[in-house]
Each structure stands twice: as structure tokens, then as C-alpha cells.
């Protein structure tokens, strides 16, 4: 399917059922697309993760319905609790979308509104909109991604892993290259230990640092792994550390050339929301994807970096 016409199926899908407990395994699976991807993909082009924007459409609606105005019915859940009062309305929404108590729906209205129900409730035009999102594609000239089609063989990697969740992974990533960079890219300490000193070891030998790789594990939908990687070159391999392998298959290979993290980041962005349009022969092969970063200065506007993307032919 193309990816325009599946992310505006998918959208449409999360519309018809707000008040169903949806997420982005089911948004991912009635457009047949890999939820690791998906989820990525969806950030990359609305801004915004699955669980966000659910989130933020049903605490819209819900505050339609404090202001007493009609709202779409979308779906089914149970709302029987609750008599009509000020209090039971609250319950009833509470219930209605998706929260185990009013304290916790309370908390997260007013999170986004940034007023209680009872507030708005007496400041009607402080609501905060949030409608159904609808995809379109700007074609531009005069900036052509360069990429090159490669296949490759199987390629055995080793690096740190971490477990990272697809809600906060813009978040947390950097973190963990900064904690990286922290403990292993300076002066080693005079006193180092045996298991420090091998682990360094490693790094300089199979170029620790050279990759980042997102691999899904098909047993966690809400999580995805991510590896500060390097080629493995054989040998003992440190506690710390993980050996692991990506496939052979076909790459499409993004140059990026400027500072990190603004030069990957936006051609990142530009491969959904345009190569992919525009290449309509391609579409997304696997649950990995590659970051290959250079040696220099990341903050030079000539540092250069690429994004792998595994895909096959239609």
C-alpha cells in the first residue's frame, strides 16, 4: 500500500474508534505495515507518537462533552456508572474515555487543556482543539536527496543495547549516546579495571560508535531495541556488550552532510514524507533500520552521516 494512502487509512481507522482500546499494534495491522515502522513513520510526519494523538483527540472530545456539545460516537465502551451530577460526569468520562479513575482522567484533562473540566467548564473559549489530522504531500525542487540501492550480506554487529519505548525515544536516545560518549570517549582512568579496560578494548578494535541500530522484537509492540553498535571482529566478547546480527538483503542509503543531530534528523523526516511517496517501487523491508555516523567534528556543517533503510522491490 502506498504509505500517503496508508497513514490517512490508519487515521481513519483511529477516528472510527476512539473509545476502543486502541493502539499501535491495531493501527499498524489494518494498514499491514510493521508497527515498528509505522509508529516511527507516524512520528517523523504528524509529530506526534499513536499514543499522543489518541490521547489528545479523546481529551478534545472530552471536552466537547463538558461544554455539552455533541460528539461523534465513536466505537463502544462501557459508561454505566454514574447518575448525571456534576461528579458522576466525570466518572462517566472518565470511563467513557478510557481511564480507570476520574483522578486520572482529571490529571491528564487538565495536562492538556490546561484547565479542569470544572474550569473550562466556566471559560468555554479556553478549549484547546485538536481535530482529526488529514496527509497531503508537498513536492519541492532544487534539494535532491542523494541515496544509492546497495545489497548486502549478512553483517554481525556488537554494541551496548538498551531498551527504549516508542513514546519517548526522541527523548531517550540522545541520552544514551551521551552517556556513551561520557564513559567511554575520553581518557580512560589511571586506575581502570580489567573489565572497563577489555570493554574499551572492544570499542576501538570493532569501531564502537560507528552505528546506531533499531531492531523490533516482535514479543514487545510497546518497545523496540537500540544498539550503540560497530562491526564484530571475533574474539571475547565483554558481559556489557552484545553480539547480533542483520540480514542480508537490499539498503537504501541516505547521505547526510551537516551538525548532528539537525542534519540526520531532517533526512530522516524527508525520507517518509517524500522519497518514499515519490518511490512507489520500494517499501520498507524489515524491523531494523541503520544510523552510520563518520569520524570528526559533529558539529561541522561538512560532518557526514547516513541513514540504511532495508527495502525490496514491488
Avoid at 542509503?253 to 531532517?266: D, N, S, Y
Wanted: contains cysteine; neutral net charge.
Amino acid at each position: 500500500m502506498d504509505w500517503l494512502m496508508g497513514l490517512q487509512k490508519a487515521i481513519n481507522y483511529m477516528e472510527e474508534h476512539l473509545l476502543q482500546n486502541i493502539g499501535a499494534e491495531e493501527v499498524a495491522d489494518t494498514v499491514h505495515f510493521s508497527p515498528f515502522y509505522f509508529q516511527k513513520c507516524f512520528k517523523i510526519v504528524t509529530g506526534y507518537t499513536i499514543g499522543e494523538y489518541l490521547r489528545n483527540r479523546r481529551l478534545y472530545l472530552a471536552g466537547l462533552e463538558i461544554l455539552g456539545r455533541k460528539v461523534p460516537g465513536n466505537g463502544k465502551r462501557n459508561t454505566d456508572k454514574g447518575s448525571g451530577n456534576k461528579e458522576c460526569r466525570v466518572i462517566d468520562l472518565a470511563y467513557k474515555y478510557g481511564y480507570d479513575t476520574p483522578e486520572s482522567f482529571t490529571r491528564a484533562f487538565t495536562r492538556f487543556h490546561g484547565m479542569s473540566p470544572l474550569q473550562l467548564k466556566a471559560q468555554p473559549h479556553q478549549i484547546k482543539v485538536f481535530l482529526p489530522l488529514v496527509t497531503e504531500i508537498s513536492v519541492k525542487g532544487g534539494n535532491r536527496m542523494e541515496f544509492t540501492i546497495e545489497k548486502k550480506e549478512a553483517m554481525r554487529m556488537i554494541g551496548f543495547e538498551r531498551t527504549v519505548s516508542f513514546e519517548n525515544s526522541y527523548q531517550k536516545i540522545p541520552g544514551i549516546w551521551k552517556e556513551f560518549c561520557e564513559r567511554y570517549c575520553g581518557q580512560p582512568p589511571q586506575n581502570e579495571d580489567p573489565g572497563e579496560k577489555q570493554i574499551r578494548q572492544v570499542i576501538a578494535e570493532c569501531c564502537v560508535g560507528e552505528f546506531g541500530v533499531c531492531v523490533e522484537d516482535e514479543a514487545d509492540k510497546e518497545n523496540f531495541r537500540y544498539y550503540i553498535a560497530g562491526a564484530y571482529q571475533g574474539g571475547e566478547v565483554p558481559e556489557e556488550m552484545k553480539v547480533f546480527e542483520i540480514p542480508a538483503g537490499e539498503w537504501a542509503k541516505f547521505k547526510c552532510t551537516g551538525p548532528m543531530p539537525v542534519a540526520l534528523q531532517t533526512v530522516n523526516t524527508r525520507i517518509f514524507k517524500e522519497w518514499l511517496p515519490a518511490n512507489p517501487q520500494f517499501e520498507l523491508a524489515s524491523h531494523i533500520n541503520i544510523e552510520w555516523y563518520s569520524m570528526g567534528d559533529t558539529s561541522s556543517e561538512t560532518y557526514e552521516s547516513a541513514i540504511w533503510m532495508p527495502v525490496k522491490r514491488r
